[in-house]
Every structure is written in C-alpha cells, then in structure tokens.
C-alpha cells in the first residue's frame, strides 16, 4: 500500500479505506486515493499536486483521472500555468452511487442480456428460477439507487428517522 504523503492519518485512512473500496469493484485502488485527495483538498489539485499527496508516479495519477473523468465524478476546472486543475464533482454518497451504479448494474444487465440472447426453454425451470434472481437482483439495486437518489441531501438526522419508520412500520418509501 502507498503511504500517502501529505495527509493527515484521518484522511489518509478515509482515502484508503476509499482506495480499497474501488479497488474491489475492479477499479483499482488508485482511482479511489486520487478521488478522495480531491474530495479532502476542497479544492482544484493538478497532476504534480495529485502524484505528490498520494504518492503514485504521473502516469498512474493520468490514467485514474480518465477513469474518474468518464465516471463523471471528476472534471477539469482551468489551469493554473500548463498544468490542468481538477476537482471532484460529487460527494461521497453521489460517488458512490455511481460507482456502484457503473459497476454492479452494468454487470447485471450484461448477464440478463446473455439471458436473453441464449432464451430459457420453458422445461429449464432452473435457469429460469436463475434468471428471475437476476432481474430481482437489479430491480433491488436500482431500487437502492433510487432511495440514495431521492435522500442522498437529506441530513443523517431525517434519514434514521425514514429508517425508524420504515422498521416500525414495515414501509419504504
């Protein structure tokens, strides 16, 4: 693991932990530091500043800002001399979200589609019991994408009193 050089251990251990999180989602644990140090920062950060606070080479800073451009949840903002600024463009429920949303669904839909393209023969009732797992898998994610959605500005105080709620009364929305 990268020691990342000009952070203070509370936030180097949230850019880790941020760090480990896109690394299971196959994204790399670059991609995660390099977010999160434009999300600690609060402010544009270029490339050197990047490759200097997380400790990886230019290279490694370019390729995860790609990534994290792609994604939408990073931008660049202007220059500060030839060196371009970038800035995150989303919190940490938004990033999230999205990571979550590009990675799992994707991967969901890509099966249901194979689903599709080899049909289930009415005599299989094993794979169609499979594949109605599927759809009921991505029907509850993008349920779950929907609630971050609609609560995601809401305070952590509304948002435990939505969950006492839906506990005592069986209900979510």
């Not at 850019?15 to 609060?42: D, Y």
């Not at 299989?124 to 594949?131: S, V």
């Not at 993008?142 to 839906?166: M, P, Q, T, W």
Request: proline share 1%; hydrophobic share 40%; aromatic share 8%.
């Amino acid at each position: 693991m990268i020691e990342m050089k000009t952070h203070t251990p509370t936030k180097q251990l949230f850019a880790n932990h941020i760090g480990n999180f896109t690394k299971k989602l196959g994204l790399g644990e670059a991609t995660g530091k390099v977010w999160s140090s434009l999300l600690i920062a609060g402010k544009p950060l270029s490339q050197y500043e990047l490759s200097d606070k997380t400790g990886y080479s230019l290279g490694i800073i370019s390729s995860s800002l790609k990534v994290l451009e792609s994604l939408g949840v990073v931008r660049v903002i202007g220059r500060s001399g030839q060196r371009r600024l970038y800035v995150s463009t989303v919190s940490l429920v938004e990033f999230i979200s999205k990571i979550l949303g590009v990675t799992i669904s994707s991967e969901l839909v890509a099966l249901l589609e194979e689903f599709d393209k080899i049909g289930i023969k009415n005599d299989d009732l094993h794979l169609k019991k499979l594949w109605e797992e599927c759809v009921k898998a991505k029907l509850l994610f993008d349920l779950g994408l929907a609630i971050i959605r609609k609560y995601k500005s809401r305070s952590v105080k509304e948002i435990k009193r939505v969950l006492a709620r839906i506990s005592k009364y069986g209900w979510l929305i």
